[in-house]
């Protein structure tokens, strides 16, 4: 039978039963504690990976038994399997379980995953119609998106694109989501991507006026929910490809902390206002820059010196096995005086 995911609007469910044991990717009679295998219920809160999205984590368990959920997949259309490690008593076909989703873990993949379609839309305003994804990864904690495009994307655009996706979190709106006939879902206006193979009803996610994409991932319920959007990289992965990674929510807030904590760091170490950093550092690099040329030319004057090429220098030639060497020879110098004093 198929796996019904009722993890839309629940993040757990009691009396899920299990329909198959597996050890190894083989149909087992049991799994006991210590073992890991894969476990298949009849319906599940747990989120199997799929359009980029990583699967859930959590705990599944009965009475006297336990498991730890490391990950979450769909081996064939339908059907989801729950990567366990079992670490009280045992599991086998037949038993009634209590499925719990990892809450923590879920909502950042939720609100990574409704970021990467307000991203998806900023990109086509910003860049124009031609934008199309072409793959993506949401994991609780980051997400990488690659589109079609034929240039890299300036700092004035990135900046631009993180703007309007924080506008519209700000704003707060309601995402939803329709389950409709594909034909319809297309002529609604939502995109479709990757070529893949879409049954004939569809799930569409839409933040109304800006985004609609068919996407049969998890999704914050308001756009607000996410808190903050910030692009953190952007580069060519092949021609006319383009890759882009942001976070999202905590990991966006933690990286704007640890941002400031290195521009405190710098305001303290140049003595100067936040502001005038970069005047600073190019003072500094002009100033290291003809450091470095003064250094050279004496270099250049010493080595000249030690050659005798130097005005007013000498030096005498002295054969070291095959190697010839010069030492200075200085004309008119007290040699007596010379080495008292070096004495």
């Not at 990717?25 to 295998?37: C, F, Q, T």
């Not at 319920?221 to 976070?247: K, M, N, W, Y």
Request: proline share 3%; with cysteine; aromatic share 6%.
């Amino acid at each position: 039978g198929k796996t019904a995911f009722l993890g839309y609007d629940s993040l757990a469910l009691d009396e899920a039963r299990v329909l198959a044991v597996l050890r190894d990717g083989k149909l087992a009679p049991r799994l006991d504690a210590g073992e890991e295998g894969q476990l298949i219920l009849d319906r599940t809160p747990f989120y199997a990976m799929a359009g980029g999205q990583v699967g859930d984590h959590g705990v599944l368990g009965s009475d006297g038994s336990a498991a730890e959920v490391r990950d979450t997949t769909a081996p064939l259309p339908g059907l989801v399997a729950h990567h366990v490690h079992v670490t009280h008593g045992g599991f086998e076909k037949g038993m009634i379980l209590r499925a719990e989703v990892d809450a923590e873990r879920r909502g950042g993949a939720m609100r990574h995953h409704t970021g990467t379609h307000l991203l998806h839309a900023a990109l086509r305003e910003t860049l124009g119609p031609h934008v199309k994804q072409a793959g993506s990864l949401v994991a609780p904690d980051r997400l990488r998106f690659d589109f079609s495009h034929f240039a890299p994307v300036s700092p004035r655009e990135q900046r631009h694109i993180e703007n309007r996706v924080n506008a519209e979190i700000l704003k707060g709106s309601g995402v939803e989501s329709k389950v409709m006939g594909r034909e319809e879902a297309l002529s609604y206006g939502a995109l479709a991507f990757f070529g893949d193979k879409y049954g004939e009803e569809v799930r569409v996610v839409e933040v109304p006026g800006f985004s609609k994409e068919f996407c049969g991932g998890t999704h914050v319920h308001h756009t607000g929910d996410i808190g903050l959007f910030l692009l953190t990289s952007e580069q060519g992965i092949s021609a006319g490809t383009r890759r882009v990674e942001a976070l999202a929510g905590e990991a966006a807030v933690e990286r704007a902390q640890q941002d400031e904590g290195i521009l405190e760091e710098l305001e303290q170490a140049a003595k100067v206002d936040r502001r005038e950093l970069v005047d600073e550092y190019a003072r500094l690099r002009d100033e290291l820059k003809a450091r470095e040329r003064e250094l050279q030319a004496l270099k250049v004057k010493l080595a000249s010196a030690a050659t005798g090429d130097a005005p007013g220098s000498a030096a005498d030639q002295v054969e070291l096995g095959d190697t010839l060497a010069w030492t200075p020879r200085f004309e008119g110098l007290d040699r007596k005086a010379h080495a008292a004093v070096v004495d």
